[in-house]
């Protein structure tokens, strides 16, 4: 949005802002030409966080533990949600809580061993692409 106003008086001018300095009426209050334009231009940004871990026994091999927690989009309902993800290989166990950011509503919870955690999400079988 712009305001056009006389840069000597600060009278509001309604003409519009790209009249040429020869073309312009005079201020009605102090009859200079001068123009001052404000333009006021705002936006926002909005923050989400993330955390993500593994957990190894030694430098190689799979990890024993994979946690991550914080704020995903869930693509069914193309909103920011609160995901806990929690993959436990020594105790046998895959957690999981979606949480609706807005109302607080608990969307999605698993807490299954994980060896019955098969087909979901990136666990599902992958075609062979030679087909």
């Not at 312009?24 to 006021?40: D, E, F, M, Q, Y």
């Amino acid at each position: 949005m712009a305001i056009v106003t006389c840069s000597e008086c600060g009278q509001i001018i309604d003409k519009l802002k790209n009249t040429p300095e020869e073309e312009r009426n005079p201020c009605p209050a102090c009859g200079s030409t001068a123009r001052l334009i404000k333009v006021h231009i705002t936006d926002s940004i909005t923050v989400h966080e993330g955390l993500k871990i593994k957990a190894r026994h030694g430098i190689t091999g799979k990890p024993f533990l994979e946690a991550k927690t914080g704020d995903e989009i869930y693509r069914k309902e193309e909103k920011w949600v609160q995901r806990s993800l929690r993959v436990d290989r020594d105790n046998d166990r895959y957690t999981e809580t979606v949480v609706d950011k807005e109302t607080s509503e608990v969307i999605h919870h698993c807490d299954e061993p994980l060896r019955k955690h098969r087909n979901h999400g990136t666990a599902k079988n992958k075609r062979d692409k030679n087909i």
